[in-house]
């Protein structure tokens, strides 16, 4: 660990995951919902590399490959469905799917 | 160091608030791949740099390509902006980005002001733990040590440098940094954590595959009567590559066996023209008796 304490990093982590549930809450375009989703996912793998970094162990980043391999498989089902979405309702809101039917 | 962690932090906060209010997609990615660069800086000076290569490489790299795929591929015009403007209009923000400060200021206090005064004895065991790490480990480094803060007080971004080297020459005093010890760590302990990652990102790139490929079979689907009634311009469009294909010699059909559209409208032409149904029906039957040898082979 440098110099930096870990409670600011765990701060700027929160700071972070917080600006992607905004995001997530606050648009309606599923592409910026995936990019906040992204983000949230981002400041997640910097809580556990403050925390491997903190305590000395590289099982910090062990579980940040995880959580990059989880993001991809994400972002590709994801994206998936974005495009599906938007050759099913021609938009890209959110709100046009909100119901379940057929 | 620390001034470098500062910065950075800061530019990623800076450019994650720039990415959830822009209203055009592509203007949002740029921000985001800054704010990754930026968080690959914070992982950097906190001590992990391959998880900042990682993050260059897979975040900044692939998953923003993909979107970035995406965004060119839907094409959104200045609809969808306006509809974002709409959206984003500050009487309807205000209130709860005041909310979300007031448990932000919380949360910064709570976290920043808990090593002045430890109210709880369980933080104060974490933090005692903690000091010890960060001692020992500072002990472990000294012997590097000695030079970095001449160089961090000439060239702030180049002071990570020696890090890194001090990391790699004698890695008893950066077990936690080097990527040696995270491969060991990732095939050892953690092997199966590695077998499941891979089972979900195959898991992922059946779902992607199913779900791009049920797009094409159900808009065949949905035009297939549209085009026996032979009125809507959708399978107008559907017929007229088959049109243009039956000029095409069968070598074209054959070498490219996965393509559905190819193979599953032949029928709609044959009941459309019917002077070229015959011929439709004989070149394409191989086809279509290669993509079920594919099918199969694919269960398998």
């Known amino acids: 660990m440098t110099g930096i304490p870990p409670e600011h990093a765990i701060l700027l982590a929160a700071i972070l995951f ?3 549930l905004t995001g997530v809450l ?8 995936l990019m906040s989703i992204e983000v949230m996912i981002n400041a997640a793998g910097l809580a556990f590399i403050v925390a491997g970094a903190a305590w000395g162990q590289p099982d910090g980043q062990v579980m940040f490959i995880f959580i990059l391999s989880m993001a991809a498989a994400e972002v590709s089902v994801g994206l998936a469905l974005v495009l599906r979405m938007y050759h099913c309702f021609k938009t890209l809101d959110a709100d046009a799917a909100s119901k379940m039917r057929g | 160091m620390n001034v470098i962690f500062y910065i950075s932090s800061a530019v990623a906060v800076f450019a994650t608030i720039l990415v959830i209010t822009r209203t055009d997609a592509v203007h949002a990615l740029l921000y985001l791949v800054v704010s990754l660069l930026a968080m690959a800086m914070v992982f950097f000076t906190l001590g992990a740099p391959f998880a900042a290569a990682l993050e260059v490489v897979i975040y900044a790299g692939a998953i923003v390509v993909l979107l970035v795929f995406v965004v060119m591929m839907l094409n959104q015009g200045p609809v969808s902006i306006n509809q974002e403007r709409a959206w984003l209009t500050p009487g309807m923000w205000v209130g709860p980005v005041a909310l979300s400060l007031v448990l932000l200021g919380e949360l910064a206090y709570v976290l920043v002001g808990q090593p002045a005064s430890p109210p709880v004895g369980q933080s104060d065991r974490s933090d005692g733990s903690d000091r010890s790490d960060r001692s020992d480990q500072s002990d472990m480094s000294d012997g590097s040590e000695g030079l970095r803060p001449q160089v961090s007080s000439l060239q702030p971004p180049v002071s990570s440098l020696p890090l890194l080297q001090s990391a790699i020459r004698n890695p008893q005093s950066a077990i936690s940094q080097s990527p040696k010890a995270v491969g060991l760590a990732l095939f050892g302990p953690y092997v199966i954590g590695v077998e499941l990652a891979s089972l979900l990102l195959l898991a992922g790139l ?11 079979t159900e808009r065949e689907s949905a035009s297939s009567p549209v085009g026996q009634f032979a009125s809507s311009p959708v399978g107008q469009s559907a017929c007229r590559p088959v049109n243009q294909s039956a000029s095409r010699p ?19 032409s044959s009941i459309r023209n019917p002077k070229s149904a015959i011929p439709n029906l004989f070149r394409l039957s191989p086809d279509s008796g290669l993509q079920e040898k594919d099918k199969g082979g694919a269960g398998k």
Do not use: M, W, Y
């Open chain 1, 18 to 20: 917080l600006l992607g």
């Open chain 1, 26 to 33: 606050v648009r309606r375009n599923v592409i910026f919902i």
């Open chain 2, 206 to 216: 059946v779902a992607a595959f199913h779900l791009g490929k049920h797009e094409d």
């Open chain 2, 250 to 268: 069968v070598n074209q059909s054959a070498s490219r066996p996965v393509c559905q559209s190819t193979s599953l409208q032949p029928p709609i």
